[in-house]
């Protein structure tokens, strides 16, 4: 089924995050999922525990209210498609993995991904430029238009999958002066270390 938020929201979503663009798009129909299956825009508690630092989380912060400065949307560095939502005042979420069965029956996946290397590597000519751009387009169509069922599978979570956010003490890095958030710190050859200036001394290669 179409994707059912505003496109006025829709709009300022791609304006929030700078351009469209299918990671965007993945990220768009991932908050409808969260909000379709916990009204997650507008829980008092919502958190978001993302597996990847894509540009879907742009959309996350903007329509779910899920956001890295408050806390309650975390990043862990897994390398995956995987997105967990919870609302802690009703003790209920889940977690979306955008399926790699839609990915790969996009016809164009295998051209695409060529063409964007060559713009990556800034050898593609105009015409491949302006095909790569129509090519996204039409991803970004295909994504909009999908069923949910055919993007994410879905799996129900009954605890919260991070504790909330904590104010910790913050300690003055003995090698550069600045504070340092406690959690950060690292205690190496007597001396409280922020973690750059830990690895610049500790560092063997």
């Known amino acids: 089924m179409k994707c059912t938020i505003d496109k006025e929201i829709i709009e300022k979503t791609i304006a929030f995050h ?4 299918p990671g965007l798009a993945i990220g768009i129909r991932l908050s409808e999922l969260a909000i379709q299956q916990l009204q997650i825009d ?6 978001c525990v993302a597996e990847t630092d894509m ?3 742009d959309a996350v912060q903007f329509l779910t209210g899920c956001s890295f400065g408050k806390g309650n949307l975390v990043h862990k560095d897994y390398g995956k498609s995987g997105f967990t939502f919870f609302d802690r005042e009703a003790e209920k979420g889940f977690r979306a993995l955008f399926l790699e069965s839609f990915r790969s029956n996009d016809p ?9 290397g060559k713009i990556t590597a800034g050898t593609a000519t105009p015409e491949e430029q302006e095909q790569c751009k129509a090519l996204r387009e039409t991803a970004i169509t295909r994504i909009m238009e999908a069923d949910l069922e055919e993007l994410f599978s879905v799996e129900e979570v009954s ?6 956010a904590q104010i910790l003490a913050s300690i003055q890095c003995e090698a550069c002066g600045e504070t340092t958030m406690e959690s950060r710190i690292r205690r190496y050859g007597g001396q409280y270390l922020c973690i750059p200036c830990f690895m610049a001394t500790e560092q063997k290669v």
């Not at 700078?18 to 663009?21: L, Q, V």
Request: contains cysteine; aromatic residues 0%; charged residues 25%.
């Open 18 to 21: 700078g351009h469209t663009c």
């Open 42 to 47: 507008k829980a008092k508690k919502p958190v």
């Open 55 to 57: 540009c879907a989380l």
């Open 108 to 116: 164009h996946r295998e051209i695409l991904g060529k063409l964007m």
């Open 159 to 164: 605890t919260p999958p991070v504790r909330p």
